[in-house]
């Protein structure tokens, strides 16, 4: 009887801290929906008014009514432009080479904790790391050539990370059914992992752009300017991005150029949202093409 009782005492207490933790987690839950949807109603109120087409074809301004982020919207696409072709190929190459190439060594094991590393690394160390590296070793200047590469190396371990989870969630039995039909490892890489894993390739692409199009820390201390009333006219030019336009008008006094940055926010969510919209369709899509 005495070990009845202690067992059903243990299974209470197992319920009631399990109730405990589940009441918790759905606090802390609900409280973090509040505050994001107390900021977003907040950035909307005041930027939504802002929000025209004027605002979006119009050059940065010291007059907040005719200011505009056209400088900075264009930047940050000729940004992203550049970050996807120095980034992609590299990461996507990397993460097959790794998965499927590279020999189970300590070099290896080395490479990969490294990378796990590099993926939680302060963005502001990769504006650092930009600033000496490619402005002042390379002589690029603060360019866009210098701003691309820099965030290249900000989002190189997270697309090689997502990348390789893609690769290894390939079952091996298609390997070996490739193998058995006589296909080499090349051909097994190009026809078939490659395609399969895409989905969940381009998903990590695009969450790792979502990061790099939202990042002011690196660019600042790499030295992108705040105020351009220009569009850039080559890799070598100076540049502006949504993140730090946003940054110049909350750091001014005046109440109208806090409404500039709230609808430059607001712009900035959207572009996030679209993207990640995106990625979302663009996994269904080609999920649904392999089923096993």
Not at 45 to 67: C, H, I, N, V, Y
Not at 75 to 95: E, Q, R, T
Not at 96 to 102: D, F, K, R, V
């Amino acid at each position: 009887m005495t070990t009845i009782a202690l067992s059903s005492l243990g299974r209470t207490r197992r319920h009631w801290g399990e109730t405990i933790f589940k009441l918790c987690a759905i606090s802390l839950i609900t409280l973090a929906l509040l505050l994001l949807a107390a900021l977003l109603i907040n950035v909307t109120m005041d930027g939504l008014p802002r929000l025209s087409w004027q605002f979006l074809t119009s050059f940065p301004s010291r007059f907040a009514e005719k200011a505009g982020i056209y400088s900075a919207l264009v930047g940050s696409a000729y940004l992203m432009v550049l970050i996807g072709i120095f980034s992609i190929p590299l990461g996507i190459g990397a993460a097959i080479y790794l998965e499927e190439y590279a020999p189970n060594n300590r070099f290896t094991r080395f490479i990969e904790l490294n990378i796990a590393n590099l993926a939680g690394v302060p963005s502001v160390i990769y504006g650092i790391l930009g600033l000496e590296l490619f402005v002042r070793i390379a002589n690029f200047e603060r360019s866009l050539l210098s701003g691309a590469l820099t965030m290249s190396l900000l989002i190189l371990p997270v697309i090689i990370i997502a990348s390789r989870e893609a690769v290894k969630s390939i079952p091996g039995s298609i390997r070996e059914a490739a193998l058995a039909l006589g296909a080499t490892k090349s051909q097994i890489v190009f026809t078939q992992i490659i395609p399969i894993a895409f989905p969940g390739i381009l998903t990590g692409c695009i969450l790792a752009f979502s990061r790099a199009i939202g990042e002011a820390a690196p660019l600042i201390t790499l030295g992108a300017l705040t105020y351009i009333p220009f569009l850039p006219d080559g890799v070598f030019s100076p540049f502006t991005v949504l993140p730090i336009q946003a940054f110049n008008w909350v750091s001014r006094p005046q109440d109208s150029f806090h409404q500039n940055a709230a609808a430059a926010i607001l712009v900035l969510l959207i572009v996030l949202l679209l993207l990640n919209s995106a990625a979302i369709w663009l996994r269904y899509k080609f999920q649904r093409r392999f089923n096993w």
